[in-house]
């Protein structure tokens, strides 16, 4: 089955420690994406990926750290400098890049709780 | 930025009844997509509509890109229609690549 896979589902950080997000792809999608979503609220961009080794700051970046070394696989880093992670994480990928007019894709999310 | 206002933003309708949801942007754009959100998470693309009207089933969606806003129809509604939908869009302008996402619409059928 063709898609996209997020891990773990469920996922908790005690203060000060760094986590990673995974998010993997099989669709031979170019661009991938991470997003936040508090309660109540749209999605906000993080960070995104055109192409391997190469990624863009989103509109609240700071204390998150991405990488895309496969073109499958684009791991999120949630920070000790995030000072408010609790959120639902979201990876999405698209063909190419959306101001292209692809349609982004979504896996099934990560949820972060901070203990 | 681009600006993306949704409306209403809940809606409770009686099984069977049909709704009309808003998408007002700010901006030309050259991506405009609805989602389904369900009560787990899961974002489930709708329809992919810069312009025009599309047609999938129970659901149809029309954009006036003129006028700079879309509408998503629901008709008969189930109880599975439940959950937030979104519009997203992506602004004609080199090298923006993101989607802007509105805040919501909560959908709640009640059977």
């Known amino acids: 089955d063709g898609g996209i896979t997020q891990s773990p589902k469920y996922l908790f950080r005690k203060e000060g420690q760094n986590v990673t997000l995974s998010c993997e792809q099989n669709?031979?999608?170019?661009?991938m994406y991470w997003y936040r979503q508090d309660p109540g609220q749209g999605l906000r961009l993080i960070y995104y990926?055109?192409?391997?080794?190469?990624?863009q700051k989103g509109d609240i970046a700071e204390g998150y750290s991405v990488s895309r070394e496969k073109k499958e696989s684009f791991p999120l880093t949630v920070t000790s400098a995030q000072k408010n992670p609790t959120a639902f994480y979201l990876c999405?990928?698209?063909?190419?890049?959306?101001?292209?007019?692809?349609?982004?894709?979504f896996g099934p999310g990560t949820r972060l709780l901070v203990l | 930025g681009i600006q993306v206002e949704q409306s209403p933003p809940d809606l409770i309708l009686q099984e069977g009844a049909n709704s009309t949801l808003r998408c007002n942007f700010s901006?030309?754009?050259?991506?405009l997509q609805w989602f389904h959100q369900n009560p787990w998470g899961q974002l489930i693309n709708l329809f992919y509509?810069?312009?025009g009207t599309k047609q999938n089933g129970r659901l149809s969606a029309t954009t006036v890109a003129t006028e700079r806003y879309s509408l998503l129809y629901i008709s008969s509604s189930q109880t599975t229609d439940s959950g937030v939908y979104f519009c997203?869009?992506?602004?004609?302008?080199?090298?923006?690549?993101?989607?802007?996402f509105g805040t919501g619409t909560r959908l709640t059928i009640i059977p």
């Open positions: 999405a990928s698209s063909k190419r890049a959306s101001s292209s007019g692809e349609t982004q894709y």
């Open positions: 669709l031979n999608h170019d661009a």
């Open positions: 990926s055109q192409i391997v080794n190469d990624f």
């Open positions: 901006d030309s754009v050259n991506n």
């Open positions: 509509i810069p312009s």
């Open positions: 997203a869009v992506s602004i004609s302008n080199f090298g923006n690549e993101k989607l802007t």
